[in-house]
């Protein structure tokens, strides 16, 4: 009957709060007008006024949304707008930019393009967006080491693709984009470089892993090396191994000793005279 009792109770007293508290309900959040895109906005478009529609962001909204007109209204787009989503400031060029490539190139950058059919091994292949490096191959000057020898060597590492042709899209599916050109991101100094090389050299793209930032240092390659027999072999600490061979005739009776002398993958044999002491 305590039982009984006790539970009787605690149902009372759990009615009572609950009856109160909906007597007096939770405050609305707050609410904020930002500014989403009422159709796709795709890189390059200039934003106009039927571009956009007001939108509720709930409490603080982030301080890149847009939240006036004035804020995005004919600016180019650098980065893709879906439709329904919340125009963020930073997918958006600065006033007076423009529209399409110009107006996605980062202050301080530059666009170089290159022609797909100098680009071997690459076309086809290649996302605005993705990195890669350039090698240049080209015979090597008087003076640079070997006459009339052809060199390749990587001059450019880890490049951004800026556009592929006329896209400036990444590719729903994830498929490459066949185009006749590619637009590379660089700074100043390095479309010196890779304008010069694509005039006087023949240009090649290399994918490279989006997550691989780092910069290597080569030494390149030139075609006298990549033919010989050994170039390519990894070449083993330098250390000298003397091993002398087995006396063909008595040792009283040799006038010269032989020695083998190993120097990684090479072999070579030297020739020494033996002294009157040594025979006797």
């Given at each position: 009957m305590?039982a009984?009792?006790?539970?009787?109770?605690?149902?009372?007293?759990l009615?009572?709060?609950?009856?109160?508290?909906?007597?007096?309900p939770?405050?609305?959040?707050?609410?904020?007008?930002?500014?989403?895109?009422?159709?796709?906005?795709?890189?390059?478009?200039?934003?106009?006024?039927?571009?956009?529609?007001?939108?509720?962001?709930?409490?603080?909204?982030?301080?890149?949304?847009?939240?006036?007109?004035?804020?995005?209204?004919?600016h180019?787009?650098?980065?893709?707008?879906?439709?329904?989503?919340?125009?963020?400031?930073?997918?958006?060029?600065?006033?007076?930019?423009?529209?399409?490539?110009?107006?996605?190139?980062?202050?301080?950058?530059r666009?170089?393009?290159?022609?797909?059919?100098?680009?071997?091994?690459?076309?086809?292949?290649?996302?605005?967006?993705?990195?890669?490096d350039?090698?240049?191959?080209?015979a090597?000057?008087?003076?640079?080491g070997?006459?009339?020898d052809?060199?390749?060597?990587?001059?450019?590492?880890?490049?951004?693709?800026?556009?592929?042709g006329?896209?400036?899209?990444?590719?729903?599916?994830?498929k490459?984009?066949?185009?006749?050109?590619?637009?590379?991101l660089?700074?100043?100094?390095?479309?010196?470089?890779?304008?010069?090389?694509n005039?006087?050299?023949?240009?090649q793209?290399?994918l490279?892993?989006?997550?691989?930032?780092?910069?290597?240092?080569?030494r390149g390659?030139?075609?006298r090396?990549?033919?010989?027999?050994?170039?390519?072999?990894?070449?083993?600490?330098?250390?000298?191994?003397?091993?002398?061979?087995?006396?063909?005739?008595?040792?009283?009776a040799?006038?010269?000793?032989?020695?083998?002398?190993?120097?990684?993958a090479?072999?070579?044999?030297?020739?020494?005279?033996?002294?009157?002491?040594?025979?006797?």
């Amino acid at each position: 009957m305590a039982a009984l009792l006790i539970a009787a109770g605690a149902s009372f007293l759990l009615f009572r709060v609950v009856g109160a508290n909906s007597k007096h309900p939770a405050p609305a959040a707050a609410t904020s007008a930002i500014l989403i895109a009422s159709r796709d906005l795709q890189i390059g478009t200039i934003i106009g006024q039927h571009d956009f529609t007001s939108g509720k962001w709930y409490g603080e909204p982030p301080q890149q949304a847009a939240r006036k007109k004035e804020e995005i209204a004919g600016h180019g787009v650098i980065a893709t707008i879906y439709q329904g989503e919340p125009i963020w400031l930073s997918r958006v060029a600065a006033a007076g930019a423009g529209a399409g490539l110009a107006a996605t190139i980062p202050t301080g950058k530059r666009a170089v393009a290159l022609k797909v059919n100098e680009i071997i091994g690459l076309a086809g292949f290649v996302l605005p967006g993705m990195h890669v490096d350039v090698i240049a191959a080209a015979a090597a000057p008087a003076g640079a080491g070997g006459s009339n020898d052809v060199v390749s060597r990587t001059i450019l590492q880890n490049i951004e693709v800026l556009s592929v042709g006329q896209t400036l899209e990444h590719s729903k599916d994830g498929k490459p984009v066949e185009a006749q050109v590619v637009n590379l991101l660089v700074t100043p100094d390095q479309a010196e470089v890779l304008s010069l090389a694509n005039s006087e050299t023949k240009v090649q793209l290399v994918l490279r892993n989006p997550l691989d930032e780092g910069e290597k240092p080569t030494r390149g390659i030139s075609l006298r090396d990549l033919l010989e027999p050994t170039a390519l072999v990894a070449a083993p600490p330098r250390t000298s191994a003397v091993r002398p061979t087995a006396p063909i005739v008595p040792r009283h009776a040799a006038s010269v000793i032989v020695v083998e002398v190993y120097q990684g993958a090479k072999k070579t044999q030297e020739s020494f005279p033996v002294r009157d002491e040594v025979k006797r």
